[in-house]
């Protein structure tokens, strides 16, 4: 059963930028049909997809947040990584990574990111 685990900084500033990676165990992130996501969810709110990147390395993203993400891996580590610009408060959530384009099968535990001043 595939495993994956988000980390990253618990606490960023407005304005700065967010890098978050999650690695993957139990299976290989350039398998053929493979697809890796990145989710979040704020308080009190619902999950907001942010986008995934294929086996391939295409890469396909939410339009909330489209212009100031990036998603990227690196294959000899088994984790694909999640950048966004521009921090400000409205991006503090818990950060998910799961596997699965659409459909999400697995999922990590989640991270928190606060963006602060």
């Known amino acids: 059963e595939v495993q994956l685990q988000a980390s990253g900084p618990g606490l960023v500033k407005p304005s700065q930028t967010l890098a978050l990676t999650c690695t993957v165990s139990m299976a290989t992130i350039t398998q053929n049909w493979s697809y890796w996501t990145w989710i979040r969810q704020p308080p009190g709110k619902g999950l907001e997809w942010i986008g995934y990147?294929?086996?391939?390395?295409?890469?396909t993203y939410g339009s909330s947040l489209k212009g100031r993400t990036a998603i990227s891996k690196d294959t000899s580590k088994s984790q694909f990584t999640l950048q966004l610009n521009y921090q400000t408060p409205e991006d503090t959530a818990v950060y998910y990574c799961?596997?699965?384009?659409?459909?999400?099968?697995?999922w990590g535990e989640g991270t928190q990111v606060t963006v602060y001043s």
């Open positions: 799961a596997s699965g384009g659409t459909y999400w099968s697995a």
């Open positions: 990147i294929a086996f391939s390395g295409t890469t």
